[in-house]
């Protein structure tokens, strides 16, 4: 892997500052007059989506500062665990103009992978250079040698062999001197493309997912075909040979959908060799793309505002990706290729191919694409592409892989998170059955409504659902099932005001009467059997009349819960609040057995 001290060597040029403009930390700027004119545009970009981007780097550098950036997020991380919420997202958006990205739904490594042992009819185990195709169970893959192909679901996967646990046995064998490799399905990367992307610009508006930034850097040609049908910008994307400096795109030479980026932490660029890099920017009046991860300990917020502020003492001007592109007449407002209607892939198939997948560790060979939203230009442009590397050590694994976000899907979590946002996709993941305990109820009671949902969709689904009342939330529940499961779970709310409201979760409604609880009509008097107890006479009448009363403690079906009917020993009937008979009984009982130690002659002298 390459190191911070050959950064400048692998890019050709000296890592110094010699001449150059000079910005210290603490913000003194020296060798560029004020006014100077923009040389280049540079970019800011985070990926995951984790809630430190807003602590950290939006309240800690980029307010402070002024100055834009994006955030890539993970769509079926919004609102759960330690990642951005709606609200902070759309803070970001309208108060620091941040762009929002897509990092893909499920955060999925998007490469094809070797397989390291032969493959036979009836094995459900393939051996790979890589588990990361096995972390989410139900995900379709396809197993190819370039002459046979067959789409298989996976059930698991072994990081140390590594391997990948497969839910059906495959129906051809599979050799490694073949070129024998396997991948996502095709039409299941070009669902979840869409996914990733409807949902972002549902919540957050036309202007979110607009641009894609590849998880762990990684994608393969047929990924790479599918990319511009659903994005403008790709960033990690850009060859080499294109670009000779890693995240310097020259204006004049911008193949969409391909951008290259730069990560600049810490322990990736020294102080110097990000000075010089800058320098390149400026000289080159290019679009520069810099990345890193929120939670990355060697980015500090220190970092960030000093990189600010040494971008704009060369006169680089600091911009989202989209006005970047615009800037350019690369992208015009909000367009953005149109996004095609979420396909679902086969679960069990064998099928011929002659389209022959590069596999990981060989280079990539040219192909040509069409983006839709290339501007200025009729014919279709040419993608250059990059030697891609090993499975198991990409180029930037090490900054997109944080110990607990190895591809977790948020089972489990409630939704919440600081006030998220369900952007969940239902996909098939609907309601069979609601039943509701009772729909006529008194003001304090709990309505229960008890939800069976099922997931009719060949691959794992989640969504939020809610309980309402009148229009009013009560309580919600983030269900996650996988392919053809069934998920039964209750969901609850007190009641507090009397009324007729509709009961909702999803689209299926009821009808509910809540009574008040000093209504009449909602008292049911029951005929009760007394139950006589003596106790000796007290000076107080009233308080010898209720502890000589009878008293029926079992509720008789249809009488209200907090009430007692007594009969008096006089044969009065009375009905009272539980809670004030209980204080008059026990006040009662007191009398009686003070009295009862003193004989009844009245307080003592």
């Not at 990926?47 to 769509?75: F, I, N, S």
């Not at 911009?319 to 679902?344: F, H, Q």
């Not at 389209?355 to 560790?361: A, D, I, K």
């Not at 502890?547 to 006089?570: K, M, V, W, Y």
Request: proline residues 6%; charged residues 25%.
């Amino acid at each position: 892997m390459t190191g911070p001290r050959d950064w400048a060597t692998r890019w050709g040029f000296v890592a110094g500052l010699a001449g150059a403009a000079v910005v210290g930390k603490g913000g003194a700027a020296h060798g560029l007059p004020e006014d100077a004119d923009s040389n280049g545009m540079l970019v800011f970009t985070y990926d995951d989506g984790h809630d430190d981007d807003y602590t950290k780097l939006y309240q800690g550098a980029h307010r402070p500062e002024g100055a834009p950036a994006c955030t890539a997020v993970v769509t079926n991380r919004i609102g759960i665990d330690d990642f951005l919420s709606g609200e902070q997202l759309r803070e970001m958006q309208d108060e620091g103009g941040w762009g929002v990205l897509s990092h893909t739904h499920r955060h999925r490594w998007l490469a094809p992978v070797d397989l390291t042992r032969d493959a036979r009819a009836g094995d459900t185990r393939l051996y790979t250079e890589t588990w990361q195709h096995g972390k989410l169970s139900g995900d379709p893959i396809e197993v190819t040698d370039g002459a046979r192909s067959e789409v298989v679901r996976v059930a698991g996967a072994d990081r140390d062999v590594p391997f990948v646990e497969l839910r059906e046995p495959l129906q051809n064998d599979y050799r490694v001197a073949d070129g024998a490799y396997e991948r996502y399905d095709p039409s299941f990367v070009d669902a979840t493309f869409a996914e990733s992307r409807q949902t972002l610009r549902r919540a957050f508006g036309p202007g979110a997912g607009n641009h894609l930034v590849l998880p762990y850097s990684q994608y393969g040609p047929s990924t790479r075909g599918l990319v511009g049908e659903h994005f403008v910008g790709v960033t990690d994307a850009g060859s080499h040979a294109a670009y000779d400096v890693k995240g310097l795109n020259p204006v004049d030479r911008i193949e969409l959908p391909n951008l290259s980026r730069e990560y600049f932490s810490e322990r990736r660029m020294t102080d110097a060799q990000l000075g010089a890099w800058l320098d390149e920017l400026a000289a080159r009046d290019a679009l520069g793309i810099l990345g890193s991860h929120s939670w990355d300990e060697t980015l500090p917020v220190e970092r960030v505002r000093w990189t600010i502020r040494q971008a704009r003492a060369r006169g680089i001007d600091i911009v989202t990706l989209s006005e970047a592109l615009s800037r350019l007449g690369l992208m015009t407002g909000e367009s953005a290729p149109s996004t095609t209607e979420t396909k679902t892939p086969e679960t069990t198939t064998t099928r011929t191919t002659g389209t022959t997948e590069t596999t990981t560790g060989t280079p990539e060979t040219t192909e040509t694409t069409t983006p839709e939203t290339t501007a200025g230009s009729s014919s279709p442009a040419t993608v250059t592409s990059e030697p891609t590397t090993s499975p198991e050590t990409p180029a930037s694994e090490e900054e997109d892989t944080k110990p607990d976000d190895d591809g977790s899907d948020g089972r489990g979590a409630s939704g919440g998170g600081g006030g998220g946002v369900d952007v969940s996709q239902e996909g098939g993941l609907g309601i069979r059955n609601v039943d509701v305990a009772n729909t006529t109820l008194l003001v304090g009671d709990e309505v229960l409504v008890t939800v069976t949902v099922s997931n009719t969709d060949v691959i794992p689904r989640s969504r939020t659902f809610e309980l309402t009342l009148g229009g009013t939330a009560l309580d919600a529940e983030r269900v996650f099932a996988d392919s053809g499961e069934e998920r039964t779970f209750e969901l609850a709310g007190r009641v507090t005001s009397p009324g007729e409201y509709e009961l909702a979760v999803g689209a299926q409604t009821t009808t509910v009467l809540v009574e008040g609880r000093d209504d009449p009509t909602s008292q049911v008097t029951t005929e009760l059997t007394p139950t006589p107890t003596t106790v000796r006479p007290s000076p107080s009448a009233t308080t010898e009349r209720v502890a000589e009363a009878g008293l029926q403690d079992a509720t008789e079906p249809g009488t209200a819960s907090d009430e007692r009917s007594i009969t008096t020993r006089d044969g009065d009937a009375l009905s009272l609040p539980l809670e004030i008979l209980a204080v008059v009984v026990g006040l009662g009982s007191a009398a009686a057995y003070l009295f009862s130690r003193r004989g009844g002659d009245g307080p003592e002298e």
